[in-house]
């Protein structure tokens, strides 16, 4: 029987990269990864040159959440690693799927403080599934095996795989005509925990469905819609979650928050009897005040990860489950027992909320008030577009205002909110969708954070929308500082207009233009897009708004407060009694 033929090392690993579905990676190569590059060489993967690692993990991270396969981003030693902690954190935090790739010293070098030598599985550990280095060459294909099945399994997350230069180096013996990615399981629910939820499902009298990013990520959004139509309850999204649900949908309730939130949704919430949370960690900007949020109403509390269960607090049902798995297991529990329910009244009170307690977004002001351009934006780009926004305030009016009708169509990074994630994110999703149409909702201060990058998007012919929102602060900031009394070193306006944004975009070889009038934002959006797609290029779109507006925010959901004027809202009424 003949041997397996010997191969260079990481030409095995770049074989089970391909094999894993990964066809493009994101990196800044270095004298310690070579050998790895030297393989991507030879292999179908596209890679692009990244002008910071960190903008290659948030590339990675865009293209994981676009397409639901693992990301990957390679750097060199030392610094490329320390710079990805942001990028692996913000994966974590999120549970995307992702595999970061460092190179290292040789071995025999690592306790001689050689040059960029560092410890970086220790660093990557608290905000990774898993970190690890390879020490025997051998290990190499198998250790990929492991960490992409590691990153995809139950609640997903990112991977860091260490490569000293020594190892990288050598052969093994590796057949890739016999190699396959390992399996992954699929979580099923406890079958009495199913049964148990549909009896307090069908005992409600005002249920309503949390459906967090568990169900994205889960690919369980037409179950998710299935189920609400079936036992005719309305669905709420969290910011994760939004696009789980069209928003046109009769059944949307929008999103209960203290910042990102309806105030239909928060009224629906707080009238609900019974909360079904399917894949959603209850985030402090979701729930605010833990008290009012749990009220009387009862919880049951859907998660692949154990351990995410009573995290927040103790729900009174906890099923362990995939979401499709779980939803697909619910209806089959419905048919089962015939199960028949009639909430035709409280389906027509959360509708009434809906139609009644909006915000205004039709302001014709100068400066522009927020809200007008998410108006504008709702009404040029259709339900075919991805949209990417990272932290701010622009973010939170993304969440209050934006539309959104299809999942892994609107990519927020939720938990950790990196400033700068938006340019990278963006490269990654058209990456992954070529054909799409991708928008970047950004701020002024966030698009300069990592706004190098935009030479990645030029370099490639990497074509998207930026919509960036200038009010000349770091506005977020500033509104937590009203309640210290103080407005400090938050202001970065200087000259006429401060940094010229346009020139700035230009300087890469992409173009832009600012708006200052409410009427001209339309117009901008379409030349906007159409540049985009004549130059291939990304495009700016920037907004001049209103210096020192706040959103609505509070601390309670009982009690969040309004900074512009609402339009009359129905009385607070019980639905059912």
């Known amino acids: 029987m003949e041997t397996m033929a010997k191969i260079p090392c990481m030409e095995a690993v770049v074989t089970v990269l391909r094999s894993e579905g990964v066809d493009i990676a994101f990196g800044c190569p270095g004298a310690a990864i070579l050998p790895l590059y030297a393989a991507l060489k030879n292999s179908d993967i596209r890679h692009l040159i990244v002008r910071h690692e960190e903008g290659a993990t948030h590339m990675a991270d865009g293209w994981a959440r676009t397409n639901g396969r693992v990301g990957v981003a390679i750097g060199t030693s030392g610094p490329a690693g320390t710079n990805m902690i942001t990028g692996l954190y913000t994966a974590q935090a999120d549970s995307i799927p992702m595999i970061c790739i460092t190179g290292q010293a040789p071995t025999t070098k690592l306790h001689q403080e050689a040059f960029q030598a560092v410890d970086i599985v220790e660093i990557a550990k608290p905000v990774t599934k898993w970190a690890v280095q390879v020490k025997e060459a051998a290990q190499a294909p198998w250790i990929f095996r492991e960490a992409f099945r590691i990153a995809r399994s139950g609640r997903p997350g990112p991977v860091l795989i260490d490569l000293p230069l020594d190892v990288q180096r050598q052969e093994i013996e590796w057949d890739a005509t016999i190699d396959a990615p390992l399996p992954v399981t699929r979580v099923e629910p406890h079958p009495p925990r ?34 609400a139509e079936t036992l005719n309850i309305p669905v709420q999204v969290t ?29 629906s919430f707080l009238e609900s009897d019974l909360v079904l949370a399917l894949g959603a960690r209850f985030g402090d900007r979701h729930t605010g005040d833990l008290e009012t949020y749990r009220g009387d109403r009862k919880f049951i509390h859907v998660d692949i990860e154990p351990t995410q269960i009573g995290k927040v607090f103790g729900p009174d049902l906890g099923v362990v489950s995939d979401t499709g798995a779980f939803l697909a297991a ?15 009244q ?12 909006t915000r205004r977004d039709d302001f014709d002001s100068v400066p522009i ?29 993304s969440g209050q205002f934006q539309n959104v009708f299809k999942p892994r169509h609107y990519q927020v990074c939720g938990q950790a909110g990196p400033l700068g994630w938006e340019i990278p994110a ?11 149409e991708v928008v970047g909702v950004v701020g002024d201060y966030s698009f300069q954070f990592l706004v190098e990058e935009l030479a990645v998007a030029a370099q490639y012919n990497v074509p998207f929308v930026l919509v960036m929102l200038n009010n000349e602060y770091l506005g977020l900031i500033r509104q937590a500082e009203i309640g210290y009394g103080m407005n400090f070193e938050v202001d970065i306006h200087y000259d006429e207009y401060g940094t010229d944004n346009v020139k700035i975009m230009e300087a890469y070889g992409c173009s832009g233009r600012r708006v200052t009038e409410p009427g001209e934002i339309g117009d901008a959006l379409a030349w906007a897009s159409k540049e985009a797609r004549r130059t291939s290029r990304p495009v700016l779109v920037e907004v001049m708004v209103e210096r020192e507006a706040n959103t609505a925010h509070g601390l309670s959901i009982a009690k969040v407060n309004e900074y512009e004027p609402v339009p009359e809202s129905v009385p607070a009424q019980a639905s059912a009694d």
């Open 369 to 397: 008030k927020a809200p007008r351009v998410f108006r504008e934006i709702n009404e040029f780009f259709g339900p075919e577009t991805y949209f990417v926004t990272a932290i701010g305030l622009y973010q939170i009016w």
């Open 194 to 227: 199913v049964e148990r939820a549909l009896d307090l499902l069908l005992a409600a009298e005002r249920p309503l469905i949390l459906a967090g990013g568990g169900v994205i990520l889960g690919e369980a959004t037409d179950l998710l819609r299935e189920v």
């Open 346 to 357: 409280w389906v027509s009170r959360v509708r009434t909320l809906r139609r009644t307690l």
């Open 330 to 344: 619910l209806l089959d529990a419905v048919r089962r027992r015939g199960a028949e329910v009639d909430r035709g």
């Open 239 to 267: 910011l994760m979650g939004k696009g789980s649900l069209p928003e046109d949908h009769d059944l949307f309730a929008g999103m209960t928050g203290i910042q990102t939130t309806q105030r239909y949704g928060n009224a």
């Open 426 to 436: 963006a490269i990654g999703v058209k990456s992954a969708r070529p054909d799409a």
